[in-house]
C-alpha cells in the first residue's frame, strides 16, 4: 500500500499533537510539515517528535496552500482546530478540492455536510474518532431503530466531563441522546451535564490527575417512572491515543474511496468500521 500524504490542522492544539505523533509511527502514512492553526496563536513553528511543522495563520493560507499542493501534490487533510472554525475550514477544503476527514465537533453540522455534498470532494466526518465507542454509538443506534419507544415514561440524565479546554458540549453525548429519544426519552441536548472544572473532576468525578488535561467521562443514566428499575451506560477514556487510532484508519478509508473515484460524498466512523 502507497503511503496516504496528510497535513494535520489544529496544531499545536493537544489532540492535534497527539494524531501527529501516531501519524508519525504509522506505516500507512506520511505527515506533511505543515498545519493550519487559529489566529491567537503567535508561535510559527510545531514540533512533534522531533519533527519542525510550520503553522500557517488563516490569512496566509490562501498563498500558502497553492505553494504546498504545487510542492505535494494531492493530500488529505486532518482537521482537530476549535468548533468556531468547523464550516470555514469545510468551506476552504471544498473551494481547494481537499478531502478531509473532520474529527473538530460543534458547528452547523448540518451545512458541514451539505457544503461536502454540493463539492466534488470527499470527506469522513464523525464526533468521535474512537472505534469502540464509534461502535457503542452503533449498538445503540440499532436499539434506537428496532425497539423504538421501549424506554417510554423513563427519564434520562447525561452528564459528560472533558478538559477544561473542550469549548463544546460533546458531540458524542449529543448523538447518545438523539437515540434515546428515539427510545422515547424526551430529553434536550441542552440539557446535558457539563463538567469543565479540574477540581470537580478530581474531586468528585475521581478522574485522574494525570489525564485532567486529556479525557473524556460520559453517563448515561435512565430511571423508571416509579423508581424501582434504572439503567447506565457509562465510557470513560482517559488520554487521547484511543482517537488516533481510529484518524488514522479513517485517513485509510477515505483514501481508498478516492482511488475508487469517490466524489461529493460524506462517510461516517461507521463506515470506516465496517471495511
Not at 54 to 68: F, G, H, S, T, V
Not at 199 to 223: D, K, N
Request: glycine letters at 10%; aromatic letters at 8%.
Amino acid at each position: 500500500m502507497k503511503s496516504v500524504k496528510i497535513m494535520i490542522n489544529g496544531l499545536p492544539g493537544n489532540v492535534a499533537s497527539i494524531i501527529g505523533g501516531h501519524a508519525l509511527q504509522d506505516p500507512r502514512i506520511i505527515l506533511l510539515p505543515h498545519s493550519l492553526t487559529g489566529p491567537e496563536i503567535q508561535a510559527e513553528r510545531h514540533t512533534i517528535a522531533g519533527r519542525v511543522i510550520e503553522l500557517i495563520q488563516p490569512a496566509d493560507r490562501n498563498k500558502k496552500m497553492d505553494a504546498l499542493l504545487k510542492t505535494h501534490g494531492d493530500f488529505i487533510s486532518v482537521d482537530f482546530t476549535h468548533p468556531s472554525a468547523v464550516n470555514d475550514n469545510a468551506k476552504f477544503y471544498c473551494k481547494r478540492g481537499l478531502p478531509f476527514v473532520m474529527g473538530t465537533t460543534g458547528g452547523d453540522r448540518e451545512k458541514l455536510i451539505q457544503t461536502v455534498l454540493d463539492s466534488g470532494i470527499c470527506a469522513v466526518i464523525a464526533p468521535n474518532m474512537a472505534k469502540q465507542i464509534v461502535g457503542f454509538q452503533a449498538m445503540m443506534e440499532y436499539a434506537a431503530n428496532t425497539f423504538p419507544g421501549i424506554f417510554d415514561g423513563y427519564t434520562l440524565t447525561v452528564k459528560e466531563s472533558h478538559q477544561a479546554g473542550k469549548a463544546d458540549t460533546s458531540g458524542t453525548a449529543k448523538a447518545m441522546v438523539s437515540c434515546f429519544n428515539r427510545m422515547g426519552l424526551d430529553f434536550l441536548p441542552e440539557a446535558i451535564a457539563m463538567e469543565r472544572d479540574p477540581a470537580v473532576q478530581r474531586e468528585q468525578w475521581g478522574i485522574p490527575e494525570a489525564y485532567l488535561s486529556g479525557h473524556g467521562w460520559h453517563t448515561y443514566r435512565l430511571t423508571s417512572p416509579d423508581k424501582t428499575v434504572v439503567f447506565e451506560f457509562q465510557h470513560n477514556v482517559n488520554g487521547r491515543d484511543i482517537y488516533a487510532e481510529g484518524t488514522m484508519d479513517a485517513v485509510c478509508y477515505l483514501d481508498r474511496k478516492l482511488k475508487k473515484g469517490e466524489r461529493g460524498r460524506v462517510f461516517t466512523m461507521i463506515d470506516v468500521l465496517k471495511t
